[in-house]
């Protein structure tokens, strides 16, 4: 069964950057052709979906966060990992990551069809 | 923040029947399909509805969904205590190539 499991560094102080890591099992990185996504949760402000990866490293990026994120992945270690820089408390957010929708196929058709729980990362003054 | 528009709130007795709106523009949701996601505090979040309309494995028929146009809904019929969680409406935007969320309905069974 596939699980996604996040960890973060709990406190980041401002203008610090904040890395997380997703550890995968149940399914391998470098064998299923699906991308893996990023996405936040921010106290009153909902959702923001904040990137996707491919096993080669093909990235999308959400644009208004692009010039300070880079996403990585290892697939000798099966895991994803997510750096921002220059965090403030903007970027105080619930941090998830999750399976994404298949390469080759259409967007209008990918969705998030597994996410781990989740790592709170607060920035700190 | 959010790109697609969703009521805050909604609620319902056990039994009732529910409906959660989703409006968004010709970029998004009028040119792609529709996920709902469920999410629970301290859980991971689950999809209910993907593609519009289909239901993964496991989710209860009691979850349905349609699109039209630029507008999308979830509907949960026979609400159960179990349903209360925050909802999201999701899809892929054209302009901003890549995938988003609404504003989130927090629905309560009262």
């Known amino acids: 069964q596939l699980q996604l499991q996040e960890s973060g560094p709990g406190l980041v102080k401002s203008s610090a950057t904040l890395s997380v890591t997703c550890s995968v099992s149940g399914d391998s990185i470098r064998d299923n052709s699906q991308y893996w996504g990023w996405i936040r949760q921010t106290p009153g402000k909902g959702l923001e979906w904040i990137g996707s990866?491919?096993?080669?490293?093909?990235?999308y990026y959400n644009p208004s966060l692009k010039s300070r994120v880079t996403l990585s992945v290892d697939t000798s270690k099966n895991q994803l990992s997510l750096t921002l820089t220059s965090v403030t408390a903007a970027d105080t957010a619930v941090y998830y990551c999750?399976?994404?929708?298949?390469?080759?196929?259409?967007?209008?058709?990918?969705?998030?069809?597994?996410w781990g729980r989740g790592t709170l990362v607060t920035v700190s003054s | 923040q959010s790109v697609l528009t969703q009521p805050p709130s909604a609620s319902g007795t056990p039994g009732q029947r529910v409906t959660i709106s989703c409006s968004g523009s010709n970029s998004n949701i009028g040119s792609n399909t529709v996920n709902w996601y469920q999410l629970l505090p301290g859980t991971a979040p689950k999809v209910v509805i993907f593609s519009s309309n289909q239901r993964p494995s496991g989710v209860p028929d009691r979850f349905s969904a349609s699109k039209s146009g630029t507008s999308a809904s979830l509907t949960i019929s026979g609400l159960q205590s179990e349903d209360e969680a925050e909802y999201f409406c999701s899809t892929w935007d054209d302009t901003l190539n890549g995938h988003v969320f609404g504003t989130g309905t927090e629905v309560t069974v009262l």
């Open positions: 990866i491919y096993r080669s490293g093909h990235t």
């Open positions: 999750a399976r994404d929708g298949y390469s080759g196929f259409a967007h209008s058709y990918w969705y998030l069809d597994h």
